[in-house]
């Protein structure tokens, strides 16, 4: 277990809807990164978040947007689905912005857009 | 091209084989180098960390990294079916204030008894 929550384990919606992925990181962590993992594009950065701040963004969709609210938990919404959204959406933590270090990754969300 | 290259496998070997994982990658700017194995329907977890160019090993596991070359290996050695899953190089340049990670597309290996 790394400490990392994340909410729901899965989701199944339909195209056009909008949904909202939850994050709690490790205890006393203040990054928070988004990654979204697919068969064809494997493990992508999205974007992070320190102590609230927007501090990187990756190849995120307009459709997608996030923030971490004061007590460090992020949310993910991604609005306007279409089936190609459907992928693992895992978010990590870790305890500082840059350099090096380690990132403990949750469990994943696992979005399917029918 | 992808900023990192990665052999998706699968690769199949007996209990007990030395496994070789490479990843090959375009940014030179990159410092950091990272093995996760994510096992199925969970999240990676870190396996090995280097910090440039250089061998590190952990028990039956060394990471090697050669910039000049832009190619980093993984090496397991005495293969356990235990170690079945995928293996994910990343890396990081560390820089811009943000430890964001980029990754390989990652290798599924199957170690059988």
């Known amino acids: 277990d790394s400490g990392v929550t994340q909410t729901p384990k899965h989701l199944i919606t339909a195209t056009g809807q909008r949904v909202t992925l939850r994050c709690s990181p490790r205890?006393?962590?203040?990054?928070v990164y988004w990654y979204q993992q697919s068969l064809d594009q494997g493990l992508q950065f999205l974007i992070q978040?320190?102590?609230?701040?927007?501090?990187a963004k990756g190849n995120i969709l307009e459709r997608f947007s996030a923030q971490q609210f004061p007590d460090l938990h992020s949310e993910l919404n991604l609005s306007s689905l279409e089936l190609g959204d459907s992928a693992l959406y895992f978010c990590?933590?870790?305890?500082?912005?840059?350099?090096?270090?380690?990132?403990?990754f949750g469990p994943g969300t696992r979005l399917t857009v029918l | 091209q992808k900023e990192v290259e990665q052999d998706p496998g699968p690769l199949s070997v007996p209990e007990g084989a030395i496994v070789s994982l490479n990843c090959t990658y375009s940014?030179?700017?990159?410092?950091?180098f990272m093995w996760y194995r994510q096992y199925s329907r969970k999240g990676p977890e870190l396996l090995m960390y280097?910090?440039?160019?250089g061998n590190k090993e952990d028990g039956r596991f060394t990471a090697q990294v050669d910039k000049s070359s832009k190619y980093i290996s993984l090496f397991i050695r005495d293969s356990q079916p235990s170690d079945s899953a995928t293996y994910l190089c990343?890396?990081?340049?560390?820089?811009?204030?943000?430890?964001?990670?980029?990754f390989g597309q990652g290798t599924t290996l199957q170690v059988k008894p």
């Open positions: 990590a933590s870790s305890s500082r912005s840059g350099g090096y270090n380690e990132q403990f």
């Open positions: 205890s006393g962590d203040l990054s």
């Open positions: 978040y320190y102590n609230g701040e927007e501090r």
């Open positions: 940014n030179s700017a990159f410092q950091y």
């Open positions: 280097t910090y440039s160019s």
């Open positions: 990343a890396m990081s340049s560390g820089s811009g204030n943000t430890g964001k990670l980029i």
